[in-house]
């Protein structure tokens, strides 16, 4: 089974990940301009009838396709929701630091909505459920506990990172050279 392919407009900006038939029909359009990374996975196709042999296509783990994305997504911030939250947080309770499967760890907004909060990345934080009931529609200081990381907004490679389950070496050495510096990033006490 071939992974996700990491695609990236012509100036090397990563875009999305794309299923390989998606990757083939790039290939056979002439639209991919230059690839990256060292994976490089080998599609069979069709018998010919003139000279009885199988075509094939090789597709690397990154492409660069013709065209630039419209807007710089760069500068858009990635919809916000539970999978990728609890992942950037690595699932791990921000009040508590105890580790936690996604079915027992809940969305906490740090200012809570009916203070004002808004339901964005630097207002949440991946919390177990006992936390967030102990919380309640309270602020950390007004409930007695501790907030002990910072939250952030990831960029867009941060975000595909996030978005996808099973990237390969190459795919992941590409995109964390994108991501933000580590100082800007999730900061545990």
């Known amino acids: 089974m071939i992974p996700l392919i990491l695609r990236l407009d012509i100036t090397g900006t990563p875009t999305a990940w794309i299923p390989w038939q998606e990757a083939v029909v790039l290939y056979v359009k002439e639209m991919v301009t ?18 009885g042999k199988q075509s094939h296509l090789e597709l690397s783990s990154i492409i660069a396709c013709k065209g630039k994305i419209a807007h710089h ?3 858009v911030v990635p919809p ?21 499967r996604d079915s027992q ?10 203070q004002g909060g808004g339901d964005t990345w630097t207002n949440v934080v991946t ?27 990831p960029n867009y490679a941060e975000w595909l990172v996030l978005k996808n389950r099973r990237i ?19 900061i545990f006490s």
């Open 105 to 114: 760890l809940t969305r906490d907004h740090i200012i809570p909505r009916c």
């Open 34 to 51: 230059w690839t990256a990374g060292n994976t490089v996975f080998r599609v069979r196709g069709g018998i010919s009838r003139l000279t």
């Open 73 to 75: 997504k760069y500068e």
């Open 80 to 100: 916000l929701n539970n999978r990728e939250l609890f992942h950037r947080d690595h699932y791990r309770c921000l009040y508590c630091m105890g580790a936690f």
């Open 168 to 186: 390969l070496e190459d795919q992941m050495e590409f995109l964390e050279s994108r991501f933000h510096r580590r100082e800007e990033r999730l």
């Open 127 to 153: 919390a177990c459920r006992s936390c967030n009931q102990k919380k309640d529609g309270r602020t950390p200081e007004q409930a007695g506990i501790t907030l002990l990381a910072v939250p952030y907004v």
